[in-house]
């Protein structure tokens, strides 16, 4: 396993935007790279996939609001979160799966992605 570090999450209203970043040490030539988040007394739920040949994913909770990204010269994979709501609230994880494209048939599973960050806490309020 490769760590993978987040930042840039923080307390904003609702309506409000925040930036999220993920340092990817690991590198393969095929990868998969995805945003989960975890709200309190819920599972942990896929957000936003990003593969390395370009489709990207998003949940239609989320769709239209956030953006995935990556900037490969700063190894680095970003969420752009606009309008956030209140029920965005939840701590949020960056994840990567080297050797493979994404899935888009399919909503991929939390298992299926072997790099982990430790999570940046998100927080909405009305």
């Known amino acids: 396993q490769v760590p993978l570090v987040e930042s840039g999450g923080g307390s904003v209203q609702s309506g409000g935007s925040l930036r999220l970043s993920c340092v990817a040490f690991g590198y393969a030539s095929r990868y998969c790279m995805g945003w989960f988040r975890q709200a309190p007394d819920k599972e942990r739920e896929l957000v936003s996939t990003l593969s390395s040949d370009g489709p990207t994913s998003y949940a239609d909770s989320v769709k239209g609001r956030f953006t995935i990204s990556r900037d490969n010269a700063k190894n680095t994979l970003y969420l752009q979160m606009d309008s956030l709501k209140t029920e965005d609230t939840a701590m949020y994880y960056c994840?990567?799966?080297?050797?493979?494209?994404?899935?888009?048939?399919?909503?991929?599973?939390?298992?299926?992605?072997?790099?982990w960050g430790q999570g940046t806490q998100v927080t909405v309020s009305s």
């Open positions: 994840a990567a799966l080297y050797g493979v494209w994404c899935r888009f048939d399919r909503v991929m599973a939390v298992t299926e992605f072997t790099d």
